[in-house]
């Protein structure tokens, strides 16, 4: 599945939608921050350089997606996804 596959799944799916790069990367920086104490390496990639990567793709409409192994065998996944989208063609959620 591509991530902006996303685009074509009921809207009340969407956590939040942004309108300016630093919300979202600011978003994407609190969601980890969530769930940091429970990853098994949690400066694996360093945050700051993860938004570095962010604040670079997501304004060419590229999505952003970061997933992590947790302690206990979880994994978590958080993405953002780009609307228009450079590799999709589905129309945006209202």
Do not use: Y
């Amino acid at each position: 599945m591509r991530t902006g596959d996303w685009l074509a799944k009921p809207a009340s799916r969407i956590a939040g939608a942004f309108h300016e790069v630093e919300d979202a990367a600011g978003w994407l920086a609190r969601e980890l921050g969530k769930v940091r104490a429970s990853l098994i390496r949690p400066e694996r990639i360093p945050l700051e350089e993860r938004l570095v990567n962010a604040r670079d793709a997501l304004p060419r409409g590229v999505d952003v997606q970061w997933g992590e192994w947790l302690k206990g065998g979880r994994f978590v996944s958080l993405g953002l996804i780009c609307c228009p989208n450079r590799h999709v063609s589905h129309p945006c959620p209202s």
